[in-house]
Antibody, heavy 121, light 107 residues
Framework: QVQLVQSGPDVKKPGASVKVSCRAS????????LSWIRQAPGQGLEWLGW????????SYVQKVQGRIAMTTDTTTSTAYMELRSLRSDDTAVYYC??????????????WGQGSLVIVSS | AIQLTQSPSSLSASLGDRVTITCRASQDIRRDLAWYQQKSGESPKLLIS???SLERGVPSRFSGSGSGTDFTLTISSLQPEDFATYYC?????????FGGGTKVEIK
């Protein structure tokens, strides 16, 4: 079965960087785009962007453009999301999610368990 | 960016009730809409894609309808495991966006 297993919680100071990992199993990793989505405490869902493991094409939401980098390692079927210059409002649970079909159906059919990132001085 | 407005933001209902949640898009998104269920402390789960296509394994009491700008998620007979927060998401255009959520609570 499809599984996305994410890295554990992290606490960072403002201005620092964080890198969250997402290890995929149960499917052909390069065939599906992966997205990163975050959820601030008690808030809704915010899409951050996506990456195609096939060709490493990325697209990021404007709000975090310039501070975010999504990468993949196809040898380990792992995706990474790095967020730099962290601010307190970056405190959230970060999810990786598999995209059904980037062209025909960019919805998310499998999700990681989430990685809590706390930004605090 | 396309905005999605869900209503109500929360509701209280009893077991067996019929529950309807609406999602309105700020522009025409055809049928490019998905619905998710998120239980407390868990990751979201995809229920419906393309406005009305039920995902495999999702109970048939869930249904979706709509096109253009107005969409609904209906739970025909509320069960104990349905108490959760529900989100709509549009995939018509970048950036992908979510509605603000509807929390379904026990009356």
């Amino acid at each position: 079965q499809v599984q996305l297993v994410q890295s554990g919680p992290d606490v960072k100071k403002p201005g620092a960087s964080v890198k969250v990992s997402c290890r995929a199993s149960g499917y052909n990793f390069v065939r599906y785009t992966l997205s990163w989505i975050r959820q601030a405490p008690g808030q809704g869902l915010e899409w951050l962007g996506w990456i195609s493991p096939f060709n490493n094409n990325t697209s990021y939401v404007q709000k975090v453009q310039g501070r975010i980098a999504m990468t993949t390692d196809t040898t380990t079927s792992t995706a990474y999301m790095e967020l730099r210059s962290l601010r307190s409002d970056d405190t959230a649970v970060y999810y990786c999610a598999r995209v059904i079909d980037q062209v025909l159906a960019p919805a998310f059919d499998s999700w990681g368990q989430g990685s809590l990132v706390i930004v605090s001085s | 960016a396309i905005q999605l407005t869900q209503s109500p933001s929360s509701l209280s209902a009893s077991l067996g009730d019929r529950v309807t949640i609406t999602c309105r898009a700020s522009q025409d998104i055809r049928r490019d809409l998905a619905w998710y269920q998120q239980k407390s402390g868990e990751s979201p789960k995809l229920l419906i894609s393309h406005a009305s296509s039920l995902e495999r394994g999702v109970p048939s009491r869930f249904s979706g309808s709509g096109s253009g700008t107005d969409f609904t998620l209906t739970i025909s007979s509320l069960q104990p495991e349905d108490f959760a927060t529900y989100y709509c998401q549009q995939f018509n255009s970048d950036p992908l966006t979510f509605g603000g959520g509807t929390k379904v609570e026990i009356k």
